[in-house]
Structure formats: C-alpha cells, structure tokens
C-alpha cells in the first residue's frame, strides 16, 4: 500500500523512473504476500479464523482490499486499465465478503465483553478499503466502454458508505479512548490511519469529481468536491496532533525505535496524504493545496526509505541469526 502510493505520486510529479522501480516493488511485494496468505490458509486456518475473530486483528484483512486497488490504480496510470478493472474486481469481491465477516466475527459474535475496548486504528482501515474500490470505480469509469453511469452510481455510493464507516469507527474509537485505561504504549502506529483513511477519502473525491459527466456526477459533483476540501482540512488538521502523540509514545513509554510492521501504516498515510492533496489541488483549481501535497510527498517517500531500510536489515538479522542457529 505504502510503496503503491508513493508510485502512484511521483507518476503525478513526472517521476516515471522512480515510480515504475517502486512500482515493481510493490507489485513483488504483492504477488509474496497474496502466496503467503494462501500457504497460512492452507496451512494454519485455526490461527487465521483467530484473527478474523480478534477485534484487534480482524480489520487488518481489509489491506488486501486497499493493496490490490492501489497497485490496480497505478498500473492504470500506464494506460492498462484492463488490468485495473480485473483487480477492482477481486478486491471488490472481498471487500463485500470482509465488509461483513470481520465486523460479525470480530464484534457481534465475539462473547467477551466490552468490544469497544479493543478497538484501535486498525479500525479506519474498513473505510480505507471503501474508498479504495471508490477509487478503483473512478478510476476505470472514464475508460469503460459499457456502463459509465452505472459505474459512476457505484463510485459515489462507495464514497459515501466511506464517510458513513468513517464517523462510526471514529465514534467507537473515541469512546475506547474516554472510557478505558489508555498509554502511551497504547498509541500504536495504525492510529496513523485515522488521518490515512481522511486522505483517501479525499482522493476518492477528487477522482469521482474528475469522471466523465453522467448523472449522479451532475446531482453530487459541487458537493462531492466541496466536501473533500473539507476532509483535506480535517486530515491536515492531524498531523502535528500523531507527530506529537508518537514522540509521546517513544518518550513516555519507553517504546525502543527499532522496526516492527506497524510501521508501514505510518508511511501508508503520508503517502496518501501527498496524492490526495495533489489530486484535489488539480480537481478543484486549489494550487496551494497542490504544492503542499507535492512537498509532502518527498516527505512521504523519505519516510517509506527509512521504512524499507529498517525493514531489510531486520530480515537481514533474522535470517542471519536463523543460520547461525542451524
């Protein structure tokens, strides 16, 4: 997700080279992770039926829906928009099929309770994957050569279903927070998502306001743009309040910085927030908004190289140590 995003914004600043190398790297990185979800499955389905269960890992499934759609909408940037519509439809099969299990497993089924006690950040990212296949839909609707308006109808519901499972999941987090015992080690890096999920939604907007002219486009369009103004100022509005919270985090809580995968929900959202901003600076005529987005960018993918090196020194010591212990 993070290094698809990133592709995806230095494209948009006529960086082709760097953003077809990361490009590829988040295509290998996708095709290793999709094989190794299907060995777990296959192999340890107990222990992935735990995590579809478990409020405080069920939600992280949804990634698969935001990663496919991600790498779908940057290899269409290169004009293989088939290839878009074909990973728009998996992720948008299993973003119905998860858009209902994760939630029934992980809360309503779930015996122990209070639930809202163990929602966290992770939770923004069922209205990341929403708007991901919002994204997806604009993206491949301007190039159909059947059903625009029908795919247009679909984009816009996507983008409000997102808003929707945005003001729930940030009710239900907020009341976690006011209501139980919380730290600094509590303040993981997926509450990054919360601002992440804004971004998106912003870029969903920009892209929906962007499609051809159709119906619903002519009914929601003004207000569809206007509010993703709003989102960007929201989203903008939360960074220096994580900044702060992160360097809480490690001072506070003694929390070592050393690698670990939450990380890259960190560099996802920086780097959504950088095309978000460049995209509804472009849609909506907002030059200002576009140059803060194309400075944060460089931001975002400085934050992604310290990600990656941490990343692969890490497997390195692993592997290293692995041997030696052999």
Not at 6 to 15: H, I, P, T, Y
Not at 31 to 56: F, G, H, I, K
Not at 197 to 214: F, K, P, Q, S, Y
Request: aromatic share 10%; with cysteine; hydrophobic share 60%.
């Amino acid at each position: 997700m993070a290094t698809g995003i990133d592709s995806v914004g230095l494209k948009l600043r006529g960086f082709s080279v760097l953003s077809g190398v990361l490009l590829t790297i988040a295509v290998c990185a996708f095709v290793v992770l999709v094989l190794l979800t299907v060995c777990r499955l296959l192999a340890c389905r107990s222990e992935m039926s735990r995590d579809l269960r478990d409020p405080r890992r069920g939600f992280e499934f949804f990634t698969f829906v935001a990663g496919t759609n991600v790498v779908g909408v940057r290899v269409g940037m290169d004009g293989h928009y088939r290839v878009t519509a074909v990973l728009l439809v998996l992720a948008g099969v299993a973003w119905l099929l998860l858009g209902y299990v994760v939630p029934f497993l992980a809360v309503l089924e779930r015996q122990e309770r209070p639930t809202i006690a163990a929602a966290n950040g992770t939770w923004f990212l069922w209205v990341v994957a929403t708007q991901s296949v919002a994204i997806a839909l604009a993206t491949v609707e301007p190039h159909a050569a059947h059903g625009r308006p029908e795919i247009a109808l679909l984009a816009v519901m996507a983008w409000f279903l997102g808003i929707f499972l945005y003001a729930l999941v940030a009710v239900v987090v907020a009341v976690r927070l006011g209501l139980f015992t919380f730290g600094p080690t509590d303040l993981t890096p997926p509450y990054w998502i919360s601002m992440g999920a804004l971004a998106i939604t912003v870029l969903a907007g920009a892209r929906i306001v962007e499609m051809t002219d159709t119906p619903i486009l002519q009914m929601t369009g003004p207000l569809v743009a206007g509010s993703s103004a709003g989102f960007w100022a929201l989203a903008t509005w939360l960074i220096p309040g994580l900044v702060v919270a992160e360097v809480w985090r490690h001072r506070r809580g003694g929390t070592a910085m050393t690698y670990q995968v939450a990380l890259w929900s960190i560099a996802f959202p920086l780097g959504m927030y950088a095309v978000a901003a460049m995209d509804l600076g472009d849609a909506d005529r907002l030059p200002t908004v576009e140059l803060v987005g194309a400075v944060e960018l460089w931001l975002a993918v400085a934050g992604w190289a310290l990600v990656f090196a941490a990343m692969t020194a890490h497997l390195w010591r692993t592997a290293s140590t692995a041997a030696i212990g052999r």
